[in-house]
């Protein structure tokens, strides 16, 4: 092979491997961004939960007295008896919410945007290497 022709190659694979390492830093680029964006979204949504999670804590306390000694009235019952079967309903509301939770947090998309350019990215790759 001539001289012209490694240079050419040389030339070739060095734009290549350059283009790839463009490519990967453009990518970081873009997952750097997103976490950070989605990273503020969940500051100001925890905030907000937070807050509204010791209202309804406070509420559901004072509630729960109130209904507990109503209770224990009514049905003529020791008050730490009403307190525990309400308790008790509270547990299993409790569980049931949890569960929905999770299950919600499970199908939860981490970094969708980058994903989906990695996974074209991959395909364009393969497309160019599988056409030799």
């Avoid at 040389?10 to 390492?21: E, Q, Y």
């Avoid at 209770?71 to 020791?78: E, G, I, R, S």
């Avoid at 079967?85 to 929905?100: E, F, K, N, P």
Wanted: net charge neutral.
């Amino acid at each position: 092979m001539t001289e012209t022709g490694t240079a050419t190659i040389r030339t070739l694979v060095h734009d290549v491997l350059g283009d790839a390492r463009e490519l990967v830093r453009e990518e970081l680029a873009l997952m750097r961004a997103e976490a950070r964006e989605q990273a503020g979204e969940a500051k100001g949504l925890g905030i907000t939960f937070g807050a509204a999670l010791v209202l309804a804590l406070v509420g559901v306390a004072l509630l729960c007295v109130a209904i507990a000694a109503a209770a224990a009235d009514l049905f003529n019952v020791p008050p730490w008896a009403s307190y525990l079967v309400l308790a008790l309903l509270l547990a299993i509301g409790a569980y049931v919410l949890v569960s929905q939770g999770r299950k919600h947090v499970a199908e939860m998309q981490v970094l969708p945007k980058t994903r989906e350019s990695l996974r074209e990215n991959m395909a364009w790759i393969q497309s160019k290497s599988s056409s030799r």
